[in-house]
Every structure is written in structure tokens, then in C-alpha cells.
């Protein structure tokens, strides 16, 4: 929606030159900001809210590192996971998973590969949607819940 209030920009400033060269013509805001741009990879500039009424809950382009060591970390579990999976299983050890298991009967590097990329998946759709409400909360769960998963190992290991 468009409102005239009867004034022209340069009326209001005082100004009759306004720099018209500088811009291009096109309205940047008839289209709704994509969730994965360029900038998502190769750097941005937003960090928080422009405005108070966006309510913390917007996309940025920049991440905090603290949720970067927390994502790594996430991985990091992932990984170990797998690892003392497969060595657990060679000693004679059983799956609980049912997804997992199939995965597992496919091959190992099928497992690998499926169980690093989905967690990569939905780890970096956590960091994106990190000012959301839960998103957070849930990141710091998945990582709490891969070290619980990392002690199980380790008493399993204990054990053989």
C-alpha cells in the first residue's frame, strides 16, 4: 500500500537535488528475502533487528561465534558417534535404531554418509533459524543429548 501525502521528498529535506544517478530504478523489497542467498555463504552484514517491532525473530546473515563452536561441536559428536558405532558393532555389538541398522546393512559408507549429512542438514537449518523461538534451545539439546549418546559409548567401550 502506497500513501501521498501531497509533499515531494525534496520539499520536505529542502533539497531539490537528491542523488537519482545512484539508484537503479528497482524496488528491492517487491520480493520477500530468500533463506539461503549468497550471503548466507560468502558473508552478509546483518547481525540483529534493524527495528524494534521485528521481535528478535529475523533472518541474519551473521551468526555468533558462540553458535558456531556449538554447531561444530554438534558435528564433532555426530562424527565420534558414528565412529563408536561402527567400533562397538565390530565387537560384536547391536544397532537400536531401526533406521540406522538398515542404513548399517547398506554399508557402512552409506551410514557415514547419510547420518553426517542429514545431522550437517538440520544442524545448519538450527543455525539459521537461531533467533527463532526453540531454535536455540534446540541446538544446545541435540548437543546435550550427543554427549549423553557419547558417555553410553563410553561405558559400552568399558565393557568389552
Same mark, same amino acid.
Given at each position: 500500500?502506497?500513501?501521498?501525502?501531497?509533499?515531494?521528498? =525534496?520539499?520536505?529535506?529542502?533539497t531539490s537535488? *537528491?542523488?537519482?544517478? /545512484? !539508484?537503479?530504478?528497482?524496488?528491492? !523489497? +517487491? &520480493?520477500?528475502?530468500?533463506?539461503?542467498? !549468497? @550471503?548466507?555463504?560468502?558473508?552478509?552484514?546483518? =547481525?540483529?533487528? +534493524?527495528?524494534?517491532?521485528?521481535?528478535?525473530?529475523?533472518?541474519?546473515? !551473521?551468526?555468533?561465534?558462540?553458535?558456531?563452536?556449538?554447531?561444530?561441536?554438534?558435528?564433532? *559428536?555426530?562424527? %565420534?558417534?558414528?565412529?563408536?558405532? *561402527? $567400533?562397538?558393532?565390530?565387537?560384536?555389538? =547391536? =544397532? #537400536?535404531?531401526?533406521?540406522?541398522?538398515? /542404513? /548399517?546393512?547398506?554399508?557402512?559408507?552409506?551410514?557415514? /554418509?547419510?547420518?553426517?549429512?542429514?545431522?550437517?542438514?538440520?544442524?545448519?537449518? %538450527?543455525?539459521?533459524?537461531? &533467533?527463532? +523461538?526453540?531454535?536455540?534451545?534446540?541446538?544446545? *539439546?541435540?548437543?546435550? #543429548? @550427543?554427549l549423553l $549418546? #557419547?558417555?553410553?559409548?563410553? $561405558? $559400552?567401550?568399558? &565393557?568389552?
Open positions: 500500500m502506497r500513501v501521498d501525502f501531497g509533499v515531494s521528498v =525534496e520539499a520536505a529535506i529542502g537535488s *537528491l542523488p537519482q544517478d /545512484l !539508484r537503479s530504478g528497482k524496488d528491492r !523489497r +517487491r &520480493r520477500a528475502t530468500p533463506v539461503v542467498s !549468497r @550471503y548466507t555463504f560468502f558473508g552478509g552484514r546483518r =547481525e540483529a533487528d +534493524r527495528r524494534a517491532v521485528d521481535g528478535g525473530e529475523t533472518f541474519v546473515d !551473521r551468526y555468533p561465534q558462540t553458535l558456531f563452536l556449538i554447531a561444530s561441536g554438534v558435528l564433532l *559428536l555426530n562424527m %565420534l558417534d558414528a565412529y563408536f558405532t *561402527l $567400533l562397538l558393532l565390530s565387537h560384536g555389538g =547391536e =544397532e #537400536l535404531n531401526p533406521v540406522a541398522d538398515w /542404513l /548399517l546393512y547398506t554399508g557402512h559408507w552409506a551410514f557415514i /554418509l547419510t547420518k553426517t549429512v542429514g545431522i550437517g542438514l538440520c544442524t545448519m537449518t %538450527l543455525v539459521m533459524i537461531h &533467533r527463532f +523461538r526453540g531454535a536455540k534451545f534446540g541446538i544446545c *539439546l541435540v548437543g546435550f #543429548l @550427543y $549418546l #557419547l558417555g553410553w559409548h563410553f $561405558l $559400552l567401550m568399558g &565393557r568389552i
